[in-house]
């Protein structure tokens, strides 16, 4: 089998694509392409701008009831689908509140947020973006603008692309004994529908999988069979530095960090995205990168049986 190191200077050498067919998403499209037909959430986002200037006048006149009726509507119109994409809800995060936040909170304290917000909200946008004139485009902005959300089963989803493409079958369900027979190359999806079958596995074939103890449990992404030898793998797709992504490559760099007692076990970090790229830099003298490449190796180094691999890494490896 290929020396981990040699693969892994490999990957290194085989960059990262900028764009990466497998993540390119399908960009639904949810305002209309001809501007004399409203889609539903068109026709909705005009309701709310015009509820919201129906609030400013009752407000103005001291109207209390017809306020806090409009207020009622408003937030009719906050549950209805896709209203998040608004310019109205887009503006929430200025006052530290996600979409998300709200939703969790009951009908009483969303009513209360909903009267704070639109004073807010007509105080620091509404009349600014009423002088320029409100379009159904910015639906479509904010839409795209959050199409980073939709990237969860897009990396599974491309491992298992790769997997299909030189011959491995998909076996998410079925007995611990039947994984283990008939053909030699399977995998399944253990963090999704393998779940069960997966800890079959590790009993059946006493592996022991130490870093999921040190992970409250976590489960790996996939476990592939290549005949006797089984591949416990983990999957990031990483794009930058900072905040989360660090500890997401400091997580799949621990996932290496262990050698488990059955000798025909490996563990597979497969990191892609353009973040991978900086490990290649002939720039490294110092930093977070440094030390990450530097750990790496030190990993696969003192576990020989383990392997670090970005897209064309994993190819070659299986």
Not at 115 to 130: A, F, G, M, P, T
Request: contains cysteine; aromatic residues 12%; proline residues 2%.
């Amino acid at each position: 089998m290929i020396n981990n190191i040699e693969l892994f200077e490999l990957s290194l050498r085989h960059r990262e694509p900028v764009i990466d067919p497998f993540y390119v998403k399908n960009g639904n499209i949810i305002i209309s392409s001809n501007p004399k037909q409203h889609t539903d959430i068109m026709d909705k986002n005009i309701e709310l701008i015009e509820a919201i200037s129906a609030y400013r006048f009752a407000d103005k006149r001291g109207d209390v009831k017809a306020a806090g009726e409009v207020l009622k509507t408003i937030l009719k119109l906050i549950k209805f689908r896709n209203i998040n994409y608004s310019e109205f809800v887009s503006f929430w995060p200025v006052v530290d509140v996600s979409f998300s936040v709200f939703q969790k909170l009951d009908s009483k304290q969303q009513l209360y947020f909903i009267k704070e917000i639109v004073d807010k909200y007509i105080k620091l946008r509404h009349l600014l973006y009423s002088s320029y004139g409100y379009t159904p485009v910015t639906l479509q902005v904010g839409k795209d603008a959050k199409a980073h959300k939709e990237s969860g089963t897009l990396g599974i989803n491309k491992v298992s692309t790769i997997l299909n493409g030189v011959g491995y079958k998909q076996a998410n369900h079925g007995s611990s004994i039947d994984f283990l027979s008939g053909e030699d190359k399977k995998y399944i999806e253990s963090d999704k529908g393998g779940k069960k079958l997966f800890k079959d596995l590790l009993k059946e074939c006493s592996i022991e999988f130490l870093w999921s103890k040190s992970k409250e449990q976590k489960m790996p992404d996939f476990l592939v069979r290549n005949k006797k030898d089984i591949f416990i793998l983990e999957h990031k797709h990483m794009k930058e530095s900072g905040g989360g992504q660090d500890k997401q490559m400091n997580e799949v760099i621990s996932f290496i960090g262990f050698t488990d007692k059955n000798p025909k076990v490996h563990y597979v970090s497969f990191v892609d995205g353009i973040y991978f790229n900086l490990l290649a830099s002939n720039t490294l003298k110092k930093g977070k990168t440094l030390t990450q490449l530097e750990k790496i190796k030190d990993n696969l180094n003192k576990n020989k049986k383990n392997y670090f691999v970005n897209t064309f890494g994993f190819k070659e490896l299986i």
